[in-house]
């Protein structure tokens, strides 16, 4: 069972467009909500994150949306640059602060290609 | 170097061997996790290490799995008698500790099973 759902699989975006990407997670149990983001033979790299004691948090282009009722995220990004072209996922887990663990549940991740 | 090293970057082997998969973590980071990433996928969690001991190993698909960090600071993941569905991107990550959200990912190792 997938217990984060992400969409879409791939988008393409003008230069100086918004990117959305959106997730899902089933486990209410769930309170950290990270993004990563991944270039072409690249690890993973945390790019921002969100506790579900807020509903949004931005990080300068990058913003968080959380709707925790809907238990649906999602990943905006202002201004998309050709750079910010690379897989970005969406993970879910339990807070790792309070459980001293990272346990993360990855969406299927999204490809971003941002046109020049 | 100051991140995360993975070794062999590439691996391409029979259907049936032996496999080990080197992690070095950033120095000084007491948490490591491996994950596995398929093709077309997210990284699916396999173990996690605190210090030397593995404190939760339910990602393993099966015993044929097994992964060791004798000293607390290197780690290698072994697979017995290898199976194509092994196939993957298998992936090392470190954090200071458990309680930091943020994973230090390495860049792979890229395991093909013919």
């Known amino acids: 069972q997938q217990q984060v759902k992400q969409s879409p699989q791939s988008l393409i975006v003008q230069k100086g467009g918004i990117s959305i990407i959106n997730c899902a997670y089933e486990?209410?149990?769930?309170?950290?909500f990270p993004w990563y983001q991944q270039f072409p033979g690249k690890g993973p790299a945390l790019l921002i994150a969100?506790?579900?004691?807020?509903s949004e948090k931005k990080e300068g282009r990058f913003t968080i949306s959380f709707n925790k009722s809907a238990k649906q995220f999602s990943l905006h990004i202002m201004d998309s640059q050709p750079g910010d072209s690379a897989t970005y996922f969406c993970a879910a887990s339990k807070d790792p602060y309070r459980y001293n663990f990272n346990k993360f549940y990855f969406g299927s991740g999204t490809k971003l290609n941002v046109k020049p | 170097g100051a991140g995360v090293s993975q070794t062999p970057s590439n691996k391409v082997t029979e259907k049936g061997k032996y496999v080990e998969l080197r992690c070095d973590p950033i120095s000084g980071h007491t948490a490591l996790y491996w994950y596995r990433q398929s093709l077309g996928q997210g990284p699916e969690f396999l173990i996690y290490f605190q210090g030397t001991g593995a404190a939760d190993d339910s990602g393993l698909p099966n015993d044929r799995f097994f992964a060791v960090r004798p000293e607390g600071s290197v780690s290698t993941l072994k697979i017995q008698r290898t199976e194509r569905g092994d196939s993957a991107v298998y992936l090392c990550?470190?954090?200071?500790?458990?309680?930091?959200?943020?994973?230090?990912f390495g860049e792979g190792s890229r395991l093909t099973v013919l």
């Open positions: 486990n209410t149990a769930f309170d950290y």
């Open positions: 969100i506790r579900p004691d807020v």
């Open positions: 990550a470190s954090s200071s500790s458990g309680r930091t959200g943020e994973l230090f």
